[in-house]
């Protein structure tokens, strides 16, 4: 679930990883985010922070990097902030 600043909730399913560490930072991470058929989406996602909220409770902070994707399925990229949430 992403969820935006003005509390707009947006279902989909993530796909995260993360990146090797780099000597004293936080790991990098990032993912592709796939909005579910019947979401509506998020207006001009593009550099906007989002809160990604995993089915477990846990959530982190990421940006949108970019959208892909067609007519039947959009997918933002994104770019996590902080700690990864997985």
């Known amino acids: ?3 935006s600043a003005d509390g707009t909730r947006t279902s989909g399913t993530a796909a995260l990883f993360s990146e090797p560490g780099r000597k004293g930072g936080i790991p ?3 993912g592709d985010f ?3 058929t ?3 989406g998020i207006k001009n996602p593009v ?3 989002l809160t990604l909220e995993m ?3 846990r959530s982190g902070k990421v940006v949108v990097q970019g959208v892909k994707g067609g007519s ?3 997918i933002l990229a994104l770019m996590g902030e902080d ?3 997985f």
């Open 1 to 3: 679930m992403l969820l």
């Open 28 to 30: 990098p991470w990032a």
């Open 34 to 36: 796939r909005l579910a």
């Open 38 to 40: 019947t979401a509506t």
């Open 47 to 49: 550099g906007k922070t």
């Open 55 to 57: 089915p477990d409770g």
């Open 72 to 74: 039947k399925s959009t």
């Open 83 to 85: 700690q990864p949430p």
